[in-house]
């Protein structure tokens, strides 16, 4: 398959199970190699990274998002994206970007001590706080409820438009197709759509 | 049918979980069989020896008492039999007689040369014939040899020695090679337990050569064995009234026979560690399948939920998991067993060898298989113990909720961060590894136990090692400082030092008097050599209980230090001192440190007149040239009177091979208690590391370095390496204390010495153990599987 991704373009892949949604991701995030192809991200070719190459990919250029929130147990909010700050060189405030979340207030509680939604928004702040060109998120909303998923998927659309980041979102729920800017969707690993979507609808408005 | 059908499903599953985490069970099971083999084999080797020494005291009737007089006729045996309790007696000569070997080299040797019936064996303190034979009638003069001297000096059966008394020489025929049970331990006295073969020596002749020997019929010595159920105390006390017309001048119990209480010495540490430290290790066992079964458990509770929904029981669920502590204690205790059984043969093999023990029994009686009965035992029973709480909290979880996805590990800041706030303001490298112990605090004590207890091992093996060293140090390097001994077999005159400091060979020469004296005070007494040293002696130092260098004074008496416990005295108290010709009183002025044997020093000139006699002396302390010091026993042998000739390098070297051997014994303990420290931290950061896999995979996903992930893994891990190290250093000394304790007698004063560096080189290995033990961890955990494990539900 062949897929061109410009700047600042919000993305949702979509696609049944075993359809290749998260090998997609984990390729453009460096934590799998293709067997055959090229990657190519912001000009350089990561297909040609080693593993310390692939290490510094991961740390400069991405943010990732996962279904099960995956954050540090022994660490509060704060500490989990202040680790993921402390990786690279030119970090936005830990503080701000939970702010910009909406947890200033839990900023030291522990994740054992915090609702999924609130896991999952502690997540993306960690992923944004070193500031990555790209978001790759991997079923963001699936330990969800549908409100809270909501409010999720507004939190990342908004950093898309204001922090122009390149969001690739993967999910198998289609309604979320409709707050991106473009959907692909894929089968047995082959693209069998990719369209635009002239007037993404806010998140809120979503129905599933 | 379908239970069993069930079960076997169930057990096909226990197989494959044990082949997953095969590395993880062996090192348990490893620690199980260091425990159960060292049990094995410090208890059979204790047995075996135990069996040894008795079957010889029996086979060759060893003295249950023995009485020293001055001189007794042979009668005199005839009178003691009818005394009620005694079983048998043996009167005979024991009397250090100087002894020259022939051959390339003529050496003379002060012997000590015991009688035997010429015709017959003797009825107390037999010997056996190794090689050779019994004394062989109208060959001349025959005589017998033991072993180890034997052995030392290449002596066979058709060698030719002669033995001097008073100038007068006879030639005797070595008749056969023996073994005694008063010489297994070849001990001079209680004084001189460690002597070489160059000086020391004992031989067996006829009964009937003593008069032309000694110039008259001569007894000197009683040996007794008494009736079954006879009270000891009071045949002994008969004994010394029948014996008063000859003089009495000591009497000598079975168990203070030197030879005697040096292997009960021995055999007694033996057996206490056969009880201590297995212990420690099945201690250890069983925390680490707490930890590995707990962990399982953990892991599994989805799969728990499952079986409990499908319909297994509760009960089949409880022994599904305890089967898991089940084989690694049968696997453990089976294998150490075996191990424990083939080296109980290994030690007593070595022992025999090195001992020269005439009998040995190795056998497997009923107390052998029930002892190894009682190791498997002691082996499976701490698995099953440890393995019983997690396997009950499987069996009782609610299959709806053991399904369900539990919620994040709970994290919480440490006591320690809200005492001291600088901590929350380290770094998430110091941060997650400071959390992390504090986590799972059970888990951390565990493993702080286990370290400590691998630390003590190593600490107690360490410290005897050290304590050889100081030992050794003290003896040959600052008190023995001469390059040689003349022992003389009759007082010498003093002037004889000068004639020898004339010698082209020696730089210095100082004299020494020693007398045989019987301490008292109070109700007790103690036989020993009185050493009369010159005021500025340089070539024997005394040492005072602290430290300082201290010397003979005109005023009064140094004792050894063990002797204030044996005597019950103290510094200003006066000790009465009886020696063969005079009795005087001597007021005790310090106490002087003494590895081996317990003497009485006083200055060279108060040693004479307790001898009756101006200016004699009984021995020359020589500082030999370098060059010199291969050829002065010969020139020694010049002066007519001179009986043997000690080199203190010979000396040295004896008590080094005696003490290499203990000390071998030591390194193999350290290497125990290094194994098990490596097993259990092994176990227990291979299990935290699996169990935080998600959140490795999940900070190396966010672009973390393997090499920052390793150092948080170290340092965690350092930490609770650190955390043991006191507990494990006290414990250790602890344990070095009472082990120690029991060597601590008149014939040894082992001091227990560690030096500094051995605190900071344990601590050294058991850093390097743990940072060894992470290696498989940190190596699985930089091949996860990152797209996998990060989507791993939380387990």
Known sequence: MTLDVTRGEFIVILGPSGSGKTTLLNLVGGLDSPTSGKIIVGGRMITALDEKGLTYYRRNRIGFVFQFFNLIPTLTARENVEFAAALVNNPIDPVKMLKVVGLKRRTNHFPSELSGGEQQRVAIARALVKDPPILLCDEPTGELDFETGKRILAVMRRINEVRHKTVLLVTHNTAIGDIADRVIRLRSGEIVEDRRNPSPIDPQELRW | ?795
């Open chain 2, 1 to 795: 049918m379908d239970e069993l059908h069930r079960m076997s499903k169930l057990n096909r599953k226990l197989v494959r979980d044990l082949a997953a985490s095969k590395w993880l069970f062996l090192a348990v099971a490893i620690v199980i069989l260091l425990g159960v083999a060292f049990f094995g084999a410090s208890f059979l080797g204790y047995r075996n020896l135990k069996k040894s020494y008795d079957y010889t005291y029996e086979t060759l009737r060893f003295a249950d008492f023995t009485v020293q007089v001055v001189k007794a006729p042979e009668m005199a045996v005839e009178e003691l039999e009818s005394i009620s309790g005694i079983e048998a007696v043996t009167g005979r000569m024991d009397s250090d007689i100087i002894l020259t070997l022939s051959g390339g080299e003529e050496k003379r040797i002060l012997a000590r040369a015991i009688s035997l019936p010429s015709d017959s064996r003797p009825a107390v303190n037999d010997v056996k014939v190794e090689e050779g034979s019994y004394f062989q009638d109208g060959q001349g003069s025959t005589l017998l040899v033991e072993k180890s001297f034997a052995e030392y000096h290449g002596l066979q059966p058709g060698d030719i020695v002669r033995l001097t008394v008073d100038e007068q020489e006879i030639s005797f025929t070595i008749a056969g090679i023996v073994t005694s049970p008063e010489y297994i331990f070849p001990a001079k006295s209680r004084q001189e337990v460690l002597v070489s073969a160059e000086t020391f020596g004992v031989v067996f002749v006829p009964q009937d050569v003593v008069p032309e020997l000694m110039g008259k019929p001569f007894i000197n010595e009683f040996c007794f064995l008494i009736e079954d159920g006879a009270d000891k105390d009071v045949v002994i006390a008969e004994v010394e009234d029948a014996l008063d017309p000859y003089i009495v001048t000591d009497v000598v119990t079975q168990a203070d026979q030197p030879s005697n209480a040096a292997l009960s010495m021995d055999l007694q540490e033996f057996g206490e560690m056969a009880e201590v430290f297995p212990l420690l290790f099945l201690i250890v066992g069983a925390l680490a399948t707490y930890i590995l079964l707990t962990r399982i458990v953990y892991k599994q509770r989805s799969q728990i939920g499952l079986m409990r929904a499908v319909g297994y029981s509760r009960r089949q669920v409880l022994i599904h998991y305890l089967s898991f502590a089940l084989i690694i204690g049968i696997i453990g205790a089976i294998a150490g067993t075996v191990a424990g059984y083939l080296l109980s043969e290994a030690v007593t093999n070595l022992y025999v060898g090195f001992l020269r023990i005439p009998y040995t029994r190795i056998e497997m009686g009923w107390m052998e298989w029930l002892a190894l009965e009682e190791g498997l035992f002691i082996g499976i029973l701490p698995c099953v113990i440890a393995g019983i709480i997690p396997a009950l909290a499987a069996s009782r979880l609610i299959p709806s909720e053991a399904m369900r996805t539990p919620p994040p590990a709970s994290g919480r800041k440490m006591l320690l961060e809200r005492l001291f706030p600088f901590l929350a303001r380290l770094s998430s490298l110091w941060k997650i590894p400071l959390r992390n112990i504090f986590r799972n605090r059970r888990r951390s004590l565990y493993t702080i136990i286990g370290i400590a207890f691998g630390i003590s091992l190593i600490l107690v093996s360490a410290a005897f090692i050290d304590s050889v060293d100081y030992l050794m140090n003290l003896q040959f390097e600052r008190i023995q400082k001469y390059d040689a001994q003349i022992s003389f077999a009759q007082p010498q005159p003093l002037a004889l030092a000068d004639e020898v400091e004339d010698w082209d060979e020696t730089e210095r020469v100082e004299p020494i008097l020693k007398i045989a004296t019987r301490l008292e005070h109070g109700d007790n007494t103690y036989s020993t050599l009185t050493e009369g040293l010159p005021t500025d002696s340089e070539l024997y130092g005394l040492y005072s209980t602290d430290g300082n260098q201290v010397t003979v004074r005109e005023e009064g008496i140094l004792l050894s230090e063990g002797l204030r416990n044996t005597l019950n005295i103290d510094v200003g108290d006066v000790v009465n001192v009886q020696s063969t010709s005079t009795v005087g009183q001597l007021e005790v002025v310090g106490f002087v440190k003494q590895p081996m044997g317990s003497f009485a020093y006083v200055t060279l000139e108060q040693a004479q007149s307790m001898a009756g006699g101006q200016d004699v002396i009984t021995g020359l302390m020589l500082g030999v040239k370098p060059q010199y010091i291969d050829s002065i026993r010969e020139k020694a042998y010049q002066i007519p009177g001179t009986a043997s000739v000690e080199l203190t390098s010979e000396t040295h070297e004896k008590v080094a091979g005696l003490m290499g051997f203990l000390k071998g014994m030591m390194w193999v303990m350290l290497g125990f208690g290094a194994a098990m420290a490596l097993a259990i931290v092994f176990t227990v950061v291979t299990v935290n590391i699996l169990e935080r896999s998600r959140e490795i995979a999940t900070m190396r996903t966010l672009g973390e370095g393997r090499g920052g992930i390793a150092a948080m893994i170290t340092i965690e891990n350092v930490l609770l390496g650190l955390a043991g190290l006191l507990p494990g250093i006290l414990l250790g000394y602890g344990l070095a204390v009472f082990l120690f304790r029991l060597i601590q007698t008149d014939m040894f004063s082992f001091g227990l010495v560690i030096f500094p560096r051995t605190y900071a080189l344990t601590a050294g290995i058991v850093i390097l153990i743990m940072l060894i033990s992470q290696l498989p961890g940190i190596r699985q955990v930089n091949r996860l599987d990152l797209p996998r494990v990060i989507k791993e539900q939380v387990s």
